[in-house]
């Protein structure tokens, strides 16, 4: 496996249910990230993990809870959602940033489906 | 508030011509600017980008513009091809190392 890949691709849960999306990242980066994606809004960013530390929590609600065990893997673990939480949720990767380098490299996405 | 705006949802143009992609910014401290290429079930994949202390970076068919008294950039693709139909993010970053997209403009190449 190369880059950043993602699972599941899709996850349709009802709201009672509790689900957990997986990221990994095959780059050797540092940083790790979560942004949501809904239909017709700018790329949102959630969280950031910079060597397994959380740096940034951009005010998400606490039914989104992340886990990043190691540099290499990322989880977004999810529970009693809204319908309003159907999203594309994107992972990214990056060497910790650097001036005047800071590229980011993208998972393909979890579709996510609250009904 | 939005502080990256791309105006146009999408954009159509034809093959072998130039595309042009505009994006606006509010916050004069943001100081390098990316613009990201997406296709349909794919993640973002990162094109080219431009520091504030540049006007201009150029990549193959892929320029990059900065006006920053405009608060103002664009990406040129010329010549246009089919596999440059996707939507196009631009991005900026802020002090903070944070990066804020815009909602993305779909290019279609028309044959």
């Known amino acids: 496996e190369t880059g950043v890949t993602q699972t599941p691709r899709h996850l349709v849960m009802g709201m009672t249910n509790k689900k957990s999306l997986k990221c990994e990242q095959h780059l050797g980066h540092n940083a790790m990230y979560w942004y949501k994606q809904s239909a017709k809004k700018p790329l949102e960013l959630m969280f950031v993990?910079?060597?397994?530390?959380?740096?940034e929590n951009n005010s998400v609600p606490s039914r989104f809870s992340p886990e990043c065990p190691n540099s290499s893997h990322l989880f977004l673990h999810l529970h009693t959602l809204q319908p309003e939480d159907s999203a594309l949720y994107l992972c990214?990767?990056?060497?910790?940033?650097?001036?005047?380098?800071?590229?980011?490299?993208f998972g393909p996405g979890t579709r996510l489906t609250v009904t | 508030d939005q502080q990256v705006k791309q105006n146009s949802p999408s954009l159509s143009v034809q093959e072998g011509r130039i595309s042009i992609l505009n994006c606006d910014y509010t916050n004069s401290m943001f100081d390098y600017f990316l613009w990201y290429k997406k296709y349909p079930a794919e993640g973002p994949t990162f094109l080219i980008s431009i520091s504030s202390i540049k006007d201009k970076n150029e990549d193959g068919r892929f320029t990059v513009f900065l006006n920053k008294s405009a608060k103002h950039l664009s990406l040129h693709i010329v010549p246009s091809q089919p596999g440059d139909s996707a939507v196009y993010f631009c991005a900026a970053r802020g002090q903070d190392d944070k990066i804020i997209f815009g909602k993305g403009t779909r290019l279609h190449i028309l044959p």
């Open positions: 993990y910079n060597f397994k530390e959380q740096t």
């Open positions: 990214a990767s990056s060497q910790v940033p650097m001036a005047g380098v800071d590229e980011q490299y």
